[in-house]
Structure formats: C-alpha cells, structure tokens
C-alpha cells in the first residue's frame, strides 16, 4: 500500500480538495488497490467539521465525492506511516515539523506545487479568507496530475 498524506492549515479547503482530486485520478487509472489517501490539518480550529462549501462545489462540479470526509488534526503516526507527505504551502512543510520528532519527514515530505507541470508558484494559496476556489481547484488538479506521474515512477506502477 502506498500511502499518500495531503497537508494544509485547517484540511477543510486544499487537502480535502487534494485527497478527492488525488483519489479520484487514481480510480480512473485503475489503481485505488494501491493507495491509501488521506487528508490533514496541521492546525486544530476545525476539527470534525466538513470541507468548506467552497471545496464541495467544485468537486461537486467534476463529479467527485468527498461527503464524508471530516476535519482532523495531523499526528506523529500519520508523518511516520506515510510514504508521500505533500503539503500545500511552505508554511504547512514548517508546521510539520512539531510532528515530527524523529525526523522522518526528510525525503518523503514535498510541495504539491513542485510537480505541476507549468506552475511557477510554490504555494497552493489559501481560499479561506480570499475565495477563488476556482483557481485553488486548478493549481491542485495541475499538482495531483505530476504527483501521480512521479508516484507511478517511484513506485513502478
Ligand atoms: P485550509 O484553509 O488550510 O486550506 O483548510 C484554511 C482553513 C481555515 C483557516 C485557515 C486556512 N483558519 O484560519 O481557520
């Protein structure tokens, strides 16, 4: 099983928008039997709650369902049970490190930026407070696409 963790602040905007994108690629290439794929927060605000509306409608729009995903906080086990730690900005990748005390995220850990194709930015920008759910939903398809190339090399899939 290769287990993919999807990083951001409140995992109620980009991760969960990420962990659905990210899944469903995976379901059209026939290759669910070999992903575990999961969403956090390095943050504790929303905790139990669901993605953001702004999130829901767009994967709505594409067909992907994350009905029962609920916000939760990351925790040590999930830096050290995950084979691929991707975060959305540079300040998730620093939040990250007070979970991770025996310093495995080296190597595993990654910007889902790095592998959109034709991307300058680095950071997937937060939606929470300036909308533009359109834009995120764009930058994280481009980044899931190359994360899937990348994964699929790594792991001769
Ligand atoms: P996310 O967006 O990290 O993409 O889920 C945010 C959600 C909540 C907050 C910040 C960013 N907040 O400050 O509560």
Known sequence: ??????????????????????????????????????SVGTGAWHIGEPPHRGTQRELRARGVDLSGKRSRQVTTGDVETSDYVIAMDR????NLQRHDPNGQLD????LLLD??????????????????FDRVYNLVEAGCHGLLDYIREEEEI
């Open 115 to 132: 592998f959109a194709d034709g991307v300058d930015a680095r950071d997937v920008p937060d939606p929470y407070y300036e909308g533009k």
């Open 1 to 38: 099983m290769i287990r993919v963790l999807f990083v951001c602040l409140g995992n109620i905007c980009r991760s969960p928008m990420a962990e659905g994108v990210f899944r469903h690629l995976v379901e059209q290439e026939g290759l669910a039997g070999h992903f575990a794929i999961e």
């Open 107 to 110: 190597g595993k850990a990654h």
């Open 91 to 94: 300040s998730n990748l620093h």
